[in-house]
């Protein structure tokens, strides 16, 4: 059993939807991304700056975490296995809206006595986050950073979609342009943005149904699914091959999308924002992806049919037939509906099985297993095409690979 069995009321459930989605958004929209060689680092904010005399503040963390030398000890070691993707101020404000998130949840699903022990076993129960399930996802959560930082020690980087952007954007330009300026406008500027959002969305949520559609992608993606119980880090748990599907998909549909509009308007990106915009959508994206896979079935109530709760997409975890292939949705939970393959949102954990078969599960019980269980099962689906292929004519089918 996940969850204890008090009841939460419809409100509570409603509120702490509000509260959890607005520190999400602030938490993406205080994200600065990193601009590309030969881009202006000076921002609207800082011409606005100059033009009206006045003066912005900024509170930057890193200053915080110098003065309070004993917090940047403490992240140090993350800090050296993240490399460069780690931002002490990134961090610290991660770690203020965390605690955050865990009293509010803790206030909505206020046990009889409020103590700190309370709050543990409600926010963070050992149960679920020390399980030996979790514990993998806690090694995942380290190994695919260090990884790309190792990769790109190594000078080796996966494309990125304003490299794709840039190559259609050019593509397009020797067939002439349009010759359109986009005005600069709020709304405009929202309709992008949410665009980019959708779009990118998609392209995960066409990904993922083909990882349960296609046999050999599905040995892949069984890693994700053999977590046992959810903790936010279970969105990091999966294949690396997993990882850089997804990567390819968001970064082709976005870097398209990016790149029409650039050949549309080729001033659109000094006007609108699109770098700013995207990292924000992609933060965005990833922060929902994390919280999707919280252990408490928390429900966005009437907007479950737009955006995925934990209480959403628990029911893809579940392990049985009725739950089989439904809720894909990453973050946009209409595509369910648009396709077919929307269930209802989970209410009562009590007598739910995560992950999958026992004697798959056996399989992957491990981050070695995890990591080689998905080449044995195409080498075990291979071997026995070819046997089918050998006695043909036997009645045997073949396994499919696709």
Known sequence: MLLHNRSISTSNQRLITFVISALLFFTGMSHTPTLTAGETQGTAEETASASTGTTTYDVDLAVIFDEHHWLKFALEPVAEIFGSQFDYREAGLSLLLTIICLLV?????????????????????????????????????????ALLTLLSYAGIELVSE???SSQIAQSLHDYGTPGIVIPEHVVLTGIVFLLGAIIGDFSQFAVHVLYHKVPALWEFHKAHHSAKVLTPFTGLRDHPIIFVIDTFAYVGLVGLYVGVLQWIDPTIMDRVYLWQASAIVFQLYFLGFLTSHYHLPVSFGIFDRVLVSPAYHMVHHVNHPDFYDKNFAHIFSFWDRLFGTDAPSITDTNGLVFGISPDEQRLYDGVIKLHLAPFIGLYRMAKKNLAVMLKSGTGDEPVPLL
């Open 162 to 164: 304003w490299q794709v």
């Open 105 to 145: 949840v803790y206030l909505l699903f206020l046990p009889q006595r409020i103590t700190l022990r309370s709050f543990w076993q409600t926010t963070l129960p050992a149960r679920v986050y020390l399980h030996p399930s979790s514990r993998i996802d806690y090694v995942c959560l380290f190994i695919y950073p």
